[in-house]
């Protein structure tokens, strides 16, 4: 597995290894929603966004974890929208996963269909290209509409972990454990495609 930051690109979106270039689009995503005030995830404040490119960005130098920054491209041009990542990499001859998270979407990106075609395009990239045996999707038991994402892509619930973290808060996280494994990819990949080939449907 090979751990460089390919480029992956869709017509509508593109994923980008993050960088300082991308500091000011962050920003201004960030504050689409004022996301930072849901207790039950963490999401970077425009003040902090340097130190979170410079978190992500070290970890990606230690070779636990891919950043990116999500693109979506319109006929007017392009802008950030938000952030995520392969993480939690584990690479040896019995195990092989990736767990893609740390996600966050800029408000009025969310419910779009974005979602679907960046966990289509870094799916496939898990699968096909490091041919990994299974994905893992992690989120606070509570966040039900991180949990509805990604049931929608077809992941599946293996359990949870009580009591799994600390939150910034004080409060105990209670962390939902989601994967899809690389038998099932060949259907998953043939419903995300048919979702993506329909309107997005914003509720």
Known sequence: MSLTAVTLDHEKA?????????????KTACMDGELN???????????????????????????????????????????????????????????????IGSTWYAQSSQRTGLNTIVKRMML???????????????????NTQSRNAIERLGAQLDGMLRAHSLMPNGTLRDTALYSIIAAEWPTIKTHLDFKISQPPQRT
């Open 14 to 26: 593109r994923l980008e290894l993050t960088s300082m270039a991308h500091l000011d689009g962050l």
């Open 124 to 142: 496939a990239h898990a699968f096909e290209v490091w041919q990994c045996i299974a994905v893992e999707f992690r989120t606070h038991r509570l």
């Open 37 to 99: 005030k849901l207790w039950y995830t963490f999401i970077p404040t425009a003040d902090n966004m340097a130190t979170e490119i410079n978190r992500r960005l070290d970890l990606y130098e230690k070779g636990s974890m891919v950043p990116y920054t999500i693109i979506q491209k319109t006929e007017s041009g392009e802008r950030v929208i938000g952030m995520t990542s392969f993480m939690h990499i584990e690479n040896t001859a019995t195990y092989n996963r990736v767990e």
